[in-house]
């Protein structure tokens, strides 16, 4: 019989995560009881969130324990199933993480349909990620139109999905990202108004205000650090700052110092609010339906970055850092 | 005749301001016309935005100019009117500033009530002060019963009422301030739960744990700097920060440089927001009428530290950064 491979927490990392930091198990698959099921995994998320987790300090999600398998959400197929509510070939979303296999109870998955647009979707601009973008930008930096909104991380998956609701609603969207290929992907396929390259700006602060000539009146900030400084100094009166992530900070050794921003927020009377999906569990119904909406409207397009083998899953995850995907970045485990 | 005696910017002070920043001069007093009226100026505010505004940098009111009147709010009689809305003897408030006659348009001013409190209130409890911790606490940072409210510079003029009107809402209060003398005075006179004194504490945010066992759900932020950054370390899932000054960098001479608070922000679902009483002019009836009912009520207690003599002003205004007055600070300048 197969064995369920599984990538554990070895090490806690101290600034960036090495090979160190995962061990590789294999271990037995058990049989699924009364109300439960068995998923062959077949696409696993990987997303910066989880570098968080790997610290054991206090969160809005608890750490990971050492042994703890990695990763979160994940999408498989129902392979066996001892529950009336799942059929053999169900495709299932789930938190089942970084593992091949999984015997879940059944109240711990839902089906997804395959028919609304690729399964992988459901971990991307129709999961968690477009729900991030939905809720951050619109309950948070609530974009009026013709206002002009800035998104660092604007390539990422949450990046991009922010972006193209912000030109929904109207606004003037001004992307920061740090390759001029994404760049390209930015304004030629997405429709953002501008696109700063922060990797290769001689002056960014200078560059967001030439891009912003009416003033920043929403920042979606997925990356903190020096290219949230710059665009700080930016913000119009009654500014409002989405904090989504802080990818710059994940892997410091030191601590994340900078300019203290209260200054900032008062002569502006500005708002800075961190948020979790967490916050809204009780409108993903909201959300999701609108995703879907725009998605088959047309409105909203999306680009996947899609490794394949189980292998590569702690390569893939390394990758968020090095800033070099565009969209969702997913591993395909198995077909 | 009389002259004018005025107090003007005489330089833009670097850091801490001195002699050097005022100059005094005296001019003649200007005959009203008609719609006008002649005021001798009896109390002066002195203020720490006041320190802002000598900069020269855009902010939500404009900077003062080289040779400007200095100051703002200001109490006086009327000793002549040519406006049929003002007679002889009439108090008024106005923004007048640092000067010992003002001639007035009649819809500069406005005429207090001397039957309410004492005049001097309407620059303090009953004015602007009394207004900003009003609409600070209760529009943003928003205490619910049984919260745990923390102020920064909670001995001074704003911080005092913003404690009381969290105590009038229920909520556990705990203060920061400077001296053993105001601590006493925030638990004995105002029943503050608990007061710290950073200057003597030798781990602030161990002693703001302590004095909050639930966590702050509310900082009134009156100071900034280090004294916020360990509070910002002690916040609750949820917490709200409102951010109404920065005393502690306003004469700092190099950058304001600390923690980064995105990660923060977002392993709290925490907000951060700044203001200026200017966003809430449509509202200040509303705050008016509940500080003068609590204050009939002797629900708000309020101390005013009173220096005499119009050359003392600059003294005065320097004293603010010392931190060594409790409540509002305030010159008479004549009876």
């Given at each position: 019989m197969n064995k369920n491979k599984q990538i554990l927490l070895a090490k806690r990392p101290e600034g960036?995560?090495?090979?160190?930091?995962?061990?590789?198990?294999?271990?037995?698959?058990?049989?699924?009881?009364?109300?439960?099921?068995?998923?062959?995994?077949?696409?696993?998320?990987?997303?910066?969130?989880?570098?968080?987790?790997?610290?054991?300090?206090?969160?809005?999600?608890?750490?990971?324990?050492?042994?703890?398998?990695?990763?979160?959400g994940a999408i498989g197929e129902v392979v066996e199933s001892k529950s009336d509510r799942f059929e053999h070939g169900d495709i299932v979303?789930?938190?089942?993480?970084?593992?091949?296999?999984?015997?879940?109870?059944?109240?711990?998955?839902?089906?997804?349909?395959?028919?609304?647009?690729?399964?992988?979707?459901?971990?991307?601009?129709?999961?968690?990620?477009?729900?991030?973008?939905?809720?951050?930008?619109?309950?948070?930096?609530?974009?009026?139109?013709?206002?002009?909104?800035?998104?660092?991380?604007?390539?990422?998956?949450?990046?991009?999905?922010?972006?193209?609701?912000?030109?929904?609603?109207?606004?003037?969207?001004?992307?920061?990202?740090g390759t001029d290929e994404k760049n390209k992907y930015l304004k030629e396929e997405l429709n953002f108004d501008e696109a700063i390259n922060y990797k290769t700006s001689s002056n960014l602060q200078q560059d967001i205000a030439k891009a912003c000539p009416n003033g920043v009146d929403v920042y979606f900030d997925n990356v903190g650090g020096e290219i949230s400084?710059?665009?700080?100094?930016?913000?119009?009166?009654?500014?409002?700052?989405?904090?989504c992530g802080a990818i710059s900070s994940y892997n410091l050794e030191g601590k994340d110092v900078g300019p203290r921003i209260q200054t900032t927020l008062i002569k502006k009377s500005a708002k800075m609010q961190g948020f979790t999906l967490g916050d809204?569990?009780?409108?993903?119904?909201?959300?999701?339906?609108?995703?879907?909406?725009?998605?088959n409207e047309g409105k909203l397009k999306y680009e996947e970055t899609i490794k394949e083998g189980f292998d590569h899953i702690p390569d893939a995850f390394l990758d968020l850092f090095e800033g070099n995907n565009i969209g969702k970045l997913l591993v395909k485990v198995d077909k």
């Open positions: 960036t995560p090495d090979k160190n930091t995962f061990k590789f198990v294999e271990t037995d698959i058990r049989t699924p009881e009364k109300g439960e099921i068995l998923i062959r995994t077949i696409y696993v998320s990987v997303d910066p969130y989880m570098r968080g987790r790997m610290v054991d300090a206090p969160s809005y999600i608890p750490p990971y324990q050492i042994d703890d398998v990695l990763g979160g979303l789930g938190s089942f993480g970084w593992q091949s296999y999984y015997t879940a109870k059944e109240d711990e998955v839902r089906k997804i349909d395959k028919d609304i647009a690729p399964i992988s979707t459901h971990l991307g601009i129709l999961g968690l990620t477009g729900l991030t973008a939905y809720f951050g930008l619109l309950d948070i930096g609530e974009p009026k139109e013709g206002e002009t909104v800035v998104i660092s991380g604007a390539a990422g998956a949450v990046g991009s999905v922010v972006g193209q609701i912000a030109k929904i609603k109207g606004a003037r969207v001004v992307g920061i990202a400084d710059a665009v700080h100094v930016n913000i119009n009166k009654y500014a409002r700052i989405t904090v809204y569990t009780d409108r993903f119904g909201e959300g999701s339906e609108a995703l879907a909406k725009w998605l």
